[in-house]
Every structure is written in C-alpha cells, then in structure tokens.
C-alpha cells in the first residue's frame, strides 16, 4: 500500500487481536502470572544519581530494604567507570552522531495500550526502538550491551509484574527509565521512596524547571538518542507516557517529530493504573509502601495529560499527529495500523502486515489481568472528573 492510497473502512482484513489489559467487569482478578523476582530500577544508576536520589531523600530507607543502599552504591560505581570506558573507547564519535530520522512518539495515559502499540510498530524493519537493557545500561550499552545481557540473561524476569506482558534485556522499553539513570529529573524517582511526596511532578511538562535543569534534560535526552543512533540508525521509536506533556520541547529538538495518541476507556484506566502504581512501589520501593493518596493522585495526574495533550498536538501538524482507540485496535488491528502509516506517512505498509498477523497469531492465547466491577461511587467520580476525555474520545456510559 502507497503512502497516497486511500484506504476504505474494510480495505484490510481483521487479523485475532489479544485480549484487553484488564477488564473491570469481570467477578475478580485473575489470571496473573506467578511472581518472578526483578531487578530494582535504581541497580541502573550512576553513582551522582543515586547519591543524590538518597539525599534528597535523607537516606530514608526503611529496614527491610537496607540491604538495597549496599548493592545499589556498589554497583552505581561500576556504571560510572564503565561510562568513562565507553567514552575513552569510542571518543566523540557517538556524541557527534546525527538523528537523520525524526522520532516517532508514542504517547497516552498509562496502561492505554501504549506497549501494544509500541511492539506493533517495531515489527517494522524501518524502525528501531531503545530496548531494556540500554534504557537500564545509558551510561555504557555501547561497549557493554552484547556481553552484560549474555552474562546477565538471569536477572531479567520472563513477563512484566503488572501485567504480565513478555519481558527482557531486548525488549522495547521507556526511554523515562534512561533519564533517570542518567540523572535527569523525572515523576518515576516517586517509586523509590512512595511514601514521600511525588517527586520532580516539574518534569512531566518540563515547563516549571529551571532554565539550566531544562538544558541539562534536553542535553541528556539527545546523548541517549545519539548513542541509539549510534548503534542503529533507523527511525526511533519511543514510548513514555510522561512524554505525553511534552509535545512543545519535543517539537524544539525534533520539529519533524511523528506522535501517534492511544486513548482508552477511561473506566478501565482508573483500575489498571492504581495497580500499575502499587505493583511498581513494592517492586521498586525503599520502604513498605502505605499508597496514601493514590487515587487522587492516577485523578490528578490523568487530568494533567489530557490538559497538556490538548494543548501540545494543537502544535503539530495535522500530518504528524494520529489518533487510535485502544479498543478500536483491538477489534480491528491491521486496519488501524494501516490508517496510521497513512495519516503519518509511515511508508508502504503491506511490506509490516504479514508481521503484524504473525505477532497477534503468537499471541493470541495471552491472559491478561482481570478486575471486578467498579464501586458506584468510584465510578461516579470518574465519570466527574474526567468527563472532558470520556466525552471527547466517546467512552460515555449510561447512568
């Protein structure tokens, strides 16, 4: 299929699609793999980032977890001399590379199907993607990549905690983790110690960092995409969510930036993304996490991005924006895929297809977490606050 071939309703045909990542009608969550230790996020750190995590903090990490600090600190001082490795070995030839491909970003709410849409869209060859290992490694995948995932295969779990999906050193992962390790202010550094405040909530926009912090983010952002390029010099394609606020600085550094939107019912978001947040605080936690405020805060936050979202695609061209319900690529995969690499001028996609019919044929025994109905009263409170997105993208329900 052409770039300028216009597409019909049932031009391409629906291929078996997983099932959704939760369903909150359902009498009760099942359906969860069983537990598979995984690596704290922070064993990814420079040895500047996770001293400086600490101290903002105080230190205060709580007994049970005292043992973290020691091997954290140990092996953020191994990270920082291979950094200096990497730069002694390959000089300034990957700072110098050149982004010839503008990024395409993927953007949404947490658990919208942004993954999904995320492992769809690097079955194409045209396209390359920053992978775990490099996202938790920014400092020296270069030199380390090949050998540390082959020494180190044991340490990465089979599925992801929160909702089972397939995981390891060479999947598709949020370049978000990368910044952080790299030092770079960011809402995740919340996980390390859930039971304080949220930290750095100035790094979802940006816009209220200081002028400097903001330099330094933007510098750090463009070194890990360069060493990306470095490596492999295809078109990127990223995926954090926290990049849904910042369509404006993105558009500074890449003006001919692609975004595609997955949106979903909102109804459903609510429950995932509480679970997202309780799985990640005890995974990733410092302390025995109490979730005090946590629902206000999955309501205040998904109230934020469709702020910023609404407010940042208004400066995108209409040719490098799309947008595609989570439960419309469900129910017919392979046409929406083709109405994206269309609107965004992707190239020819019958070349992706037979790619894409292999992937959902691979998995289309895949169990996914299930939820009960909601409460009455949690139900009218998100139909409330939310009701600009669920009037806007159509998830309005009968009372």
Known sequence: MSVGRKLSPHSVQSAPAPEPESCPTAAKEEHRAPREWMPRMWLG???????RLLSRNRCAVELPY??????VTAVSIFHSGLRLLQDAWFGTHFRNSTIRHAPLFIVGHWRSGTTLLHELLILDERHTFPNTYQCGAPHHFLLTEKWM??????LMPSRRPMDNMEAGWDKPQE????????GQPSPYLTLGFPNHPP?????FDLEGMPPRAVARWKSAFLLFLRQLTHKDPRRLVLKSPTHSCRIPTLLELFPDARFVLIVRDPYDVFPSTVTL?????TTHGLQTPRFAALEEYVFSTFTHFHERLEKGKKLVRADRFHEVRYEDLLRDPLREMALLYERLELGEFEGVQPRLEQYFAAHAGYQTNRYGPLPPDLEAQIRQRWDAAIRQYGYQRED
Request: proline share 3%; net charge negative; with cysteine.
């Open 45 to 51: 750190f420079s040895v500047e980032a996770w001293l």
């Open 66 to 71: 005292c043992h973290v600090p020691c091997v």
């Open 149 to 154: 995932t082959r020494l180190l295969w044991w």
């Open 175 to 182: 370049d978000e983790f990368a910044l952080c390790m790299l």
């Open 199 to 203: 930290q750095d909530q100035d790094a």
């Open 277 to 281: 947040w309780k799985t990640l605080y």
